[in-house]
């Protein structure tokens, strides 16, 4: 994992399809980032970015779907 002091440039957010709109705890990711997935709280958009690589960013996807962290 990479920490970024800025937004990739370019950067179309998306939140969670699980997200409110109620001010919860949010992060969204960026697409079309060959190799990467930037992240970013939502609730600080200007805030750092972690960059994970497409690998980590799968696998920890797969183990959430799979209940590895309830």
Do not use: Q
Not at 2 to 17: C, D
Not at 27 to 52: C, I, W
């Amino acid at each position: 994992m990479i920490t970024s002091e800025s937004s990739p440039r370019g950067a179309a957010w998306r939140k969670s399809s699980y997200s409110s709109n109620n001010g919860g705890n949010c992060v969204e990711v960026a697409d079309g980032f060959p190799g990467v997935v930037p992240l970013r709280d939502s609730k600080d958009p200007e805030g750092h970015t972690l960059l994970f690589s497409a690998e980590a960013w799968t696998a920890f996807i797969r183990d959430v779907k799979a209940g590895r962290y309830s």
